[in-house]
């Protein structure tokens, strides 16, 4: 393999990175296939005047620029340490098992990388040890194989990794039991703490010159300091969030506080498990851990009357809920969780695992008296119900975090002054922002020129952006058609979408995704193509939710196999909306059943909607129709992954044609050609089916 001659001094940088991507450069005489793109130069440019300057890069790159090499490159001839943070596992494993060690082969870069996950990935010996005293742990063979499994991996595995375990389902009951969370953690005081897998993965994370996590790990770390970042983040020079549009959304999440029954009635187990273990005869453990599990449920019966589902909370008790019961469960409920903070006081000195009960009792104390007192401002505060009752306290964004924790800038800051070349604000005070480099970058953050969708939320409205459009042909390979059908609301909606869906899919053999806005629409055109298409031997109906997203995605690709199966129509809603990658003829059409508005009766979507109101701005112009122009820009983007790909988008809401909206959300997404009426649609589906078999013909010629 031909290798870049690298030496990373920060002078020559820009010009390696312009000769990697060069027409003579090391990927064109290695990939005969590589073609220069100028947008992914572009970009790469960006980000390296970023490095070198220890900026701030906002970059949003449509499908088939090239981003993750356009980041990596300069990230890599750098020379300085990487954390590359990315919003699935699917990147993930990219990024460490493909992409970073092609590159640091093709470019000579003696360079290790590391894969860091959460500690739930990790087998914890410590309770792996205790594992056959569990109360759950005899709850059938099933989990009793289960353990044996993990046991005789503990004696072989150097990593601790369950995932390398094969054929463990990650359902597993028996994996919150050998696994740890930062309420079990004994941390320093474990006696395994030593040969702690956990702790040896951080130890690599610190030893390597690229270490690549996701958002949740990463803001974890910021709410909790427990994933080891604060040990990690000051080390690296470069910071970079791949499909960094789920940032501000990942964010509110791990930044929010929570208490939810199932935490309860964990505590109870762990509690028993440990008394009984470590200090069985010095306090009544079986009595104490029945008043938590019974004071857990009439907390949950609480709520026994409502519907699952998020319910607002903006006064002192969850709307639906009757105040004086809500009271007095949740003062029952504290009540309990005392007597076993006293009980433990008296014993926690004896062992290191009931010091760690003491110290999780007395955060569950703090959680309930956070929930029984008023709610702080510019936070949103919820109920969930559903098998079990979930709690939540969350911020609007994560804009005062970016840049109060991240950019380490506070608004009183900002207004000093900028900094001036020699390292002080303009009015004398000493800089103390990071000599870092911040790259934001995926394939959608935004449906106007400044990328307010991403950089508002996020903090980042002072930062430079740049849009990359996607290289590909989108006028002449990909077709839009907006059907003239029942409005969304009309009842049969959902059927003439079946309709349309299941007549264009016989058509194209399959070829089909159909992403719906809700799970009811989901559920719906679901069963009415299985009611059509049940006795039909060419066409499989696979519908989100009957299995793994992998397998479905699998079998999707697959397709007709020459005739030899079935063609498929994939049904799906919600995760597939993005992160679905089928290149190639597989998939020809999609079909969007209405425009993804964000819904209105969403606690967090009514908080934002509410704050804009008192600001005195619109909240459909600046918040709900920005969110679904993203997410339809997302699901049309399933359609078009290569540039040979040919396809059509149809989405079925007349709204796009009859509101003055329509044109904003048009705008938005690449630019297709327009099929007017329904005949023009099935001629194009036509057209793309027999240019397929022509195609598979001249393939199969011998």
């Known amino acids: 393999m031909q290798q870049a001659e690298c030496t990373g001094a920060p002078g020559t940088l820009l010009q390696q990175v312009q000769q990697v991507f060069a027409s003579n450069g090391v990927l064109a005489r290695v990939n005969p296939d590589y073609r220069p793109r100028p947008g992914q130069l572009q970009m790469a440019q960006a980000i390296t005047e970023a490095i070198v300057n220890h900026g701030v890069i906002v970059v949003e790159a449509g499908t088939g620029v090239g981003?993750?090499?356009?980041?990596?490159?300069?990230?890599?001839?750098?020379?300085?340490?990487?954390?590359?943070?990315?919003?699935?596992?699917?990147?993930?494993?990219q990024l460490f098992s493909r992409d970073l060690p092609y590159l640091c082969g093709l470019l000579g870069?003696?360079?290790?990388?590391?894969?860091?996950?959460?500690?739930?990935?990790?087998?914890?010996?410590?309770r792996l040890e205790q594992a056959r005293q569990h109360p759950e742990i005899n709850n059938g063979t099933t989990v009793l194989a289960a353990l044996a499994r993990i046991e005789r991996f503990a004696q072989t595995t150097t990593s601790g990794d369950l995932s390398e375990l094969g054929g463990l389902d990650e359902r597993s009951p028996v994996l919150p039991i050998v696994t740890s969370t930062r309420e079990n953690c004994l941390g320093g005081q474990c006696p395994r703490f030593r040969d702690c897998h956990v702790n040896y993965a951080?130890?690599?994370?610190l030893a390597a010159d690229v270490v690549i996590i996701n958002h949740h790990l990463f803001f974890a770390d910021l709410a909790v300091r427990e994933s080891g970042m604060a040990e990690l983040l000051p080390s690296v020079s470069t910071v970079i969030f791949d499909e960094a549009h789920q940032l501000n959304e990942t964010g509110v999440q791990f930044l929010g506080q929570q208490l939810a029954s199932g935490h309860l009635f964990e505590f109870g187990r762990d509690?028993?498990?440990?008394?009984?273990?470590?200090?069985?005869?010095?306090?009544?453990?079986?009595?104490?851990?029945?008043?938590?599990?019974?004071?857990?449920?009439?907390?949950?019966?609480?709520?026994?009357?409502?519907?699952?589902?998020?319910?607002?909370?903006?006064?002192?008790?969850?709307?639906?809920?009757?105040?004086?019961?809500?009271?007095?469960?949740?003062?029952?409920?504290?009540?309990?969780?005392?007597?076993?903070?006293?009980?433990?006081?008296?014993?926690?000195?004896?062992?290191?695992?009931?010091?760690?009960?003491?110290?999780?009792?007395?955060?569950?104390?703090?959680?309930?008296?956070?929930?029984?007192?008023?709610?702080?401002?510019?936070?949103?505060?919820w109920m969930e119900v559903g098998n079990s009752l979930r709690l939540v306290q969350s911020p609007l964004d994560i804009a005062a975090t970016v840049r109060n924790t991240l950019l380490q800038r506070s608004d009183c800051e900002k207004d000093r002054g900028s900094q001036?070349?020699?390292?002080?604000?303009?009015d004398g005070i000493p800089d103390q922002t990071p000599h870092r480099a911040w790259v934001f970058t995926s394939a959608t953050l935004g449906a106007e020129p400044g990328l307010q969708w991403f950089t508002r939320p996020c903090g980042l409205e002072e930062a430079p952006t740049l849009q990359v459009a996607s290289p590909f042909a989108y006028a002449s390979h990909a077709s839009l058609f907006v059907p003239d059908i029942a409005k969304p609301a009309d009842p049969a909606h959902a059927s003439q979408?079946?309709?349309?869906?299941?007549?264009?899919?016989?058509?194209?053999?399959?070829?089909?995704?159909?992403?719906?806005?809700?799970?009811r629409n989901l559920r719906l055109i679901g069963d009415q193509l299985r009611e059509r298409f049940g006795h039909d031997s060419k066409l499989e109906i696979l519908v989100q939710g009957e299995s793994t997203k992998r397998r479905l995605i699998e079998r999707f690709r697959e397709g007709n196999r020459g005739g030899i199966q079935p063609g498929c129509i994939l049904v799906a809603s919600a995760s597939f909306w993005?992160?679905?990658?089928?290149?190639?003829?597989?998939?020809?059409?999609?079909?969007?059943?209405?425009?993804?508005?964000?819904?209105?009766?969403?606690?967090?979507?009514?908080?934002?909607?509410?704050?804009?109101?008192?600001?005195g701005r619109n909240a459909f112009t600046h918040y709900h129709l920005p969110e679904a122009a993203v997410v339809l820009k997302q699901g049309a983007g399933r359609l078009i992954r290569h540039e040979n790909d040919r396809g059509v988008l149809v989405i079925c809401d007349s709204r796009l044609r009859s509101m003055s909206y329509g044109a904003r959300l048009l705008a938005a997404l690449p630019p297709m050609g327009r099929l007017n009426n329904h005949a023009d649609f099935m001629q194009k589906l036509q057209e793309l089916d027999a240019d397929r078999v022509t195609a598979n013909r001249q393939v199969t010629r011998p």
Request: glycine share 6%; charged share 20%; proline share 7%.
């Open 67 to 93: 981003k993750t090499f356009a980041y990596l490159v300069p990230a890599l001839l750098s020379g300085e340490r990487v954390l590359v943070s990315t919003a699935t596992k699917t990147l993930q494993d």
């Open 109 to 126: 870069l003696p360079i290790r990388t590391v894969l860091l996950k959460g500690r739930s990935s990790y087998l914890c010996l410590h």
């Open 202 to 205: 951080r130890r690599q994370a």
């Open 271 to 381: 509690l028993l498990a440990c008394g009984l273990q470590h200090a069985r005869g010095l306090a009544q453990w079986h009595p104490i851990c029945q008043d938590i599990e019974q004071a857990a449920r009439n907390w949950r019966l609480a709520a026994a009357d409502l519907a699952h589902g998020k319910w607002r909370w903006q006064d002192e008790t969850p709307e639906g809920v009757e105040p004086t019961t809500w009271q007095a469960a949740q003062q029952a409920l504290a009540d309990a969780i005392t007597t076993a903070h006293a009980a433990l006081g008296t014993v926690s000195a004896s062992a290191p695992d009931l010091l760690r009960l003491e110290e999780r009792a007395t955060a569950l104390l703090a959680r309930i008296e956070l929930f029984r007192s008023p709610r702080p401002p510019e936070t949103v505060r």
């Open 420 to 426: 001036s070349p020699d390292g002080f604000t303009n």
């Open 497 to 519: 979408v079946t309709q349309l869906a299941g007549h264009a899919a016989q058509q194209l053999g399959g070829r089909t995704l159909v992403l719906t806005t809700t799970l």
């Open 578 to 615: 993005e992160g679905v990658d089928i290149p190639g003829d597989a998939l020809q059409l999609v079909v969007i059943d209405k425009l993804p508005f964000p819904p209105p009766n969403d606690p967090v979507v009514e908080a934002r909607t509410q704050r804009l109101q008192q600001q």
